[in-house]
């Protein structure tokens, strides 16, 4: 068994647990916070077999993709007004995949 934790941006959520729940893969989440842009993310834990790991892998990679963002330039600190926006790419997921030694659903 694995135990795979999945950091998304908040915009992806709704679509990925919908689309891991319709794949019958229960999920529990963890809101948390990215230090770039402060911008909100969730920690998602998802228990699977072994078996299962590259299925999720693909929901994730279609779910949450990397997608680039203009940003004004004021919503980084100390930077003046009058420059130009600059582009960052936000989305995708870090996703680390653990060994389980044991699972007990009490």
Not at 17 to 28: I, K, N
Not at 84 to 91: M, S
């Amino acid at each position: 068994m694995k135990l795979m934790l999945a950091i998304v941006e908040d915009d992806d959520v709704p679509a990925l647990t919908e689309a891991l729940g319709a794949a019958r893969v229960g999920t529990t989440k963890l809101a948390s916070t990215g230090g770039f842009l402060r911008q909100g993310n969730t920690t998602l834990l998802i228990g699977v077999d072994d078996s299962r790991v590259e299925e999720v892998m693909q929901i994730i990679r279609k779910v949450a993709v990397r997608r680039r963002l203009l940003l004004p330039t004021a919503a980084a600190e100390g930077i003046s007004h009058l420059s130009p926006p600059i582009e960052v790419e936000i989305g995708g997921a870090i996703v680390f995949t653990l060994d389980v030694e044991a699972f007990y659903r009490i």
